[in-house]
């Protein structure tokens, strides 16, 4: 984050904190986000908003069930990988307190940037599994994101959106940040970091390196099952996987559905050549010297 406090208007319900861009709900419930009490068999599962956390959740849960898709489809996903840092407001129920009632193996999303995840994660040396997307498909599907979640503040037209996101000002802050952040943790702590390029490019590689990071041992069969049950149209098609359950008042995908396109490079539909000389720009003075190359298409 580049910018002062106040040299820019915040959206409506997102706050600064510890400069970083934040829902105001997840915000109030910090003091129970910072003394969670991880387990070592935890994993969990990072990402900046939009990179393919709910894709990533679905195969390692498949995994954990080791490919058995009755167990996968029991529960809608976010009651079998857990926001942590969120409360679901329509029932009230925190991702903390979710967490706290389940039994182990545990799985656990979480959006925070590297400097902001709860010290007994670390401490337990918790394995992660991070998944990062280029940064152009992300700002795409996070502008659609805040069209139909209605928690989230309306996000105006494009270009309004795509500068904001570009200097960091939307909830969870600076893509650049988070996803660098990220990379350099993992030379002290056992992060498989992944990119959702690769995962497109070639789910069967992908899945093989989590199935190796997670020391399981399945059989080609079973990862075949995993392969298509968690591909993308598999995926949209099913109601524990397309947040379907969540209420249109919360969620509306009539404005944009949460499964929607499931593509690289859909940006090139989006950006003009204009804004793409000035994020290229952006992007080459933030991403310098960091070491980590995406991909904008495949
Ligand atoms: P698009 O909006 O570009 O379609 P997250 O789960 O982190 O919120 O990410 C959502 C994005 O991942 C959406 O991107 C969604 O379509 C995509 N996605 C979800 N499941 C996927 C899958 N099985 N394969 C490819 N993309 C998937």
């Known amino acids: 984050m580049e910018n002062a406090e106040n040299s820019f208007k915040l959206q409506e319900d997102t706050v600064l904190f510890h400069n970083i861009p934040m829902s105001?709900?997840?915000?109030?419930?910090?003091?129970?986000?910072?003394?969670?009490?991880?387990?070592?068999?935890?994993?969990?599962?990072?990402?900046?908003?939009?990179?393919?956390?709910?894709?990533?959740?679905?195969?390692?849960?498949?995994?954990?069930?080791?490919?058995?898709?009755?167990?996968?489809?029991?529960?809608?996903?976010?009651?079998?990988?857990?926001?942590?840092?969120?409360?679901?407001?329509?029932?009230?129920?925190?991702?903390?307190?979710?967490?706290?009632?389940?039994?182990?193996?545990r799985l656990i999303k979480t959006h925070l940037p590297v400097q902001l995840l709860p010290k007994s994660m670390w401490e337990n040396k918790c394995k992660i599994i991070y998944v990062a997307r280029n940064a152009k498909d992300v700002a795409v599907s996070y502008f659609y994101f805040h069209q139909s979640v209605k928690l989230m503040p309306h996000p105006g037209p494009w270009e309004e959106f795509l500068q904001k996101y570009i200097a960091g000002e939307v909830s969870y802050g600076s893509w650049h940040d988070h996803?660098?952040?990220?990379?350099k943790k993992k030379q002290e702590h056992p992060i498989l970091y992944l990119f959702y390029e690769d995962m497109k490019e070639n789910p069967d590689r992908e899945i093989r390196k989590v199935i190796q990071f997670l020391?399981?041992?399945?059989?080609?069969?079973?990862?075949?099952?995993?392969?298509?049950?968690?591909?993308?149209?598999?995926?949209?098609?099913?109601?524990?996987?397309?947040?379907?359950?969540?209420?249109?008042?919360?969620?509306?995908?009539?404005?944009?559905?949460?499964?929607?396109?499931?593509?690289?490079g859909d940006w090139k539909n989006h950006f003009t050549m204009a804004q793409n000389e000035v994020f290229d720009a952006d992007y080459a003075r933030k991403m310098e010297g960091s070491g980590l190359q995406f991909r904008m298409e495949i």
């Open 179 to 183: 996803v660098k952040g990220w990379w």
């Open 215 to 264: 020391e399981k041992d399945l059989g080609e069969e079973v990862l075949e099952k995993i392969i298509h049950h968690t591909d993308f149209q598999a995926m949209k098609e099913n109601p524990m996987t397309n947040y379907k359950t969540i209420t249109p008042d919360l969620l509306d995908q009539k404005a944009s559905p949460f499964m929607r396109k499931g593509i690289t």
């Open 24 to 105: 105001k709900i997840i915000v109030n419930n910090w003091e129970q986000v910072e003394s969670f009490q991880a387990r070592p068999d935890d994993l969990i599962i990072s990402t900046y908003p939009k990179a393919g956390t709910t894709w990533m959740s679905e195969i390692v849960d498949m995994i954990y069930n080791n490919g058995d898709v009755t167990k996968s489809s029991q529960a809608p996903i976010y009651c079998r990988v857990p926001y942590m840092e969120f409360i679901m407001p329509e029932e009230n129920m925190s991702g903390i307190q979710q967490l706290n009632n389940m039994a182990s193996p």
